[in-house]
């Protein structure tokens, strides 16, 4: 009998290897719900030829639900992918002519002096003002790049003993270090895969579609296309939320704050706190 040690094994985040089984068997009990026949038949040429048992039918369904929902997972990977890039290329679009210099002429002379401050002028103000700010900081991102210079030369210091000075390279490294440092977010990480898993799952619903043309009608679309909806949501939100002034900025203050809550305390705070 072979024992095997879990405390050496290293954690391999199994959960989210584990989370390919809903994809791969919401496909396999959709296509057999959907066509019985073809189902029944599989089985009963699984039982004949391979001398199978019903017991031995299960490991077989999780190992193909295991493998089918992997590649449901990288085919969400490339749907979020090609998703996030026609976002890309909208919003440089947007930027292109409604943050034009003849845009922001025409608005001026619209507005008229005084300006005027009806709703109308509000969003066409609003529109013009967020496709030419870009990514320019406002006064807010300014003080979050602020608290994260902070925290990364801290963190560089304790943890790796770079200081500031080699740190701050003759063509100013410090983008870098900001890029580097710090530790994944687990809510982000555990919304980012739930949010895949979700869009494997929707994608599932419509692969299912061609094997089971029964379950071509609007109800089992409809939930498709709602998990599809839902998967493609966390992506998108996490795109346009590192996009905006200052959002990107404040994922990596998350996360190398996450990283410093493991370092022991400095002697020299435990000094300054035993003499207040």
Same mark, same amino acid.
């Given at each position: 009998?072979?024992?095997?040690?879990?405390?050496?094994?290293?954690?391999?985040?199994?959960?989210?290897?584990?989370?390919?089984?809903?994809?791969?068997?919401?496909?396999?009990?959709?296509?057999?719900?959907?066509?019985?026949?073809?189902?029944?038949?599989?089985?009963?040429?699984?039982?004949?030829?391979?001398s199978l048992k019903q017991r031995d039918l299960l490991p077989l369904l999780l190992g193909a639900g295991f493998a089918f929902g992997h590649a449901l997972i990288l085919l969400s990977w490339w749907v979020e992918s090609i998703v996030i890039l026609g976002y890309r290329c909208l919003w440089k679009i947007y930027r292109k002519i409604v943050g034009s210099q003849r845009v922001y002429v025409w608005f001026s002379k619209f507005q008229g002096v005084p300006p005027r401050r009806n709703l109308l002028t509000r969003l066409l103000g609003k529109f013009i003002f967020?496709?030419?700010?870009?990514?320019?900081?406002?006064?807010?991102?300014?003080?979050?790049?602020?608290?994260?210079?902070?925290?990364?030369?801290?963190?560089?210091?304790?943890?790796?003993?770079?200081?500031?000075?080699?740190?701050?390279?003759?063509?100013?490294? *410090?983008?870098? *270090?900001?890029?580097?440092?710090?530790?994944?977010?687990?809510?982000?990480?555990?919304?980012?895969?739930?949010?895949?898993?979700?869009?494997?799952?929707?994608?599932?619903?419509?692969?299912?579609?061609?094997?089971?043309?029964?379950?071509?009608?609007?109800?089992?679309?409809?939930?498709?296309?709602?998990?599809?909806?839902?998967?493609?949501?966390?992506?998108? *939100?996490?795109?346009?939320?590192?996009?905006?002034?200052?959002?990107?900025? *404040?994922?990596?203050?998350?996360?190398?704050?996450?990283?410093?809550?493991?370092?022991?305390?400095?002697?020299?705070?435990?000094?300054?706190?035993?003499?207040?």
């Amino acid at each position: 009998m072979i024992n095997v040690d879990l405390s050496k094994v290293p954690s391999l985040k199994i959960t989210v290897y584990l989370l390919a089984l809903f994809p791969g068997l919401f496909l396999l009990v959709s296509i057999a719900l959907g066509n019985p026949k073809a189902a029944e038949s599989m089985v009963s040429g699984l039982e004949n030829n391979f001398s199978l048992k019903q017991r031995d039918l299960l490991p077989l369904l999780l190992g193909a639900g295991f493998a089918f929902g992997h590649a449901l997972i990288l085919l969400s990977w490339w749907v979020e992918s090609i998703v996030i890039l026609g976002y890309r290329c909208l919003w440089k679009i947007y930027r292109k002519i409604v943050g034009s210099q003849r845009v922001y002429v025409w608005f001026s002379k619209f507005q008229g002096v005084p300006p005027r401050r009806n709703l109308l002028t509000r969003l066409l103000g609003k529109f013009i003002f967020t496709a030419r700010i870009g990514d320019h900081y406002l006064a807010d991102s300014r003080a979050v790049r602020a608290c994260l210079g902070v925290a990364t030369e801290t963190l560089l210091k304790r943890r790796y003993g770079i200081g500031s000075t080699q740190a701050n390279g003759p063509n100013g490294e *410090w983008q870098v *270090w900001y890029s580097v440092v710090g530790k994944p977010l687990k809510h982000l990480v555990a919304g980012m895969n739930a949010g895949r898993t979700t869009l494997a799952c929707g994608l599932a619903g419509f692969v299912a579609v061609a094997f089971a043309p029964r379950l071509n009608n609007r109800y089992f679309l409809t939930m498709s296309f709602v998990f599809t909806l839902g998967g493609l949501w966390t992506p998108l *939100w996490y795109f346009i939320r590192t996009k905006s002034p200052g959002g990107l900025d *404040w994922f990596r203050l998350r996360s190398v704050i996450e990283e410093l809550r493991e370092l022991p305390p400095n002697r020299g705070d435990e000094e300054d706190q035993n003499a207040a």
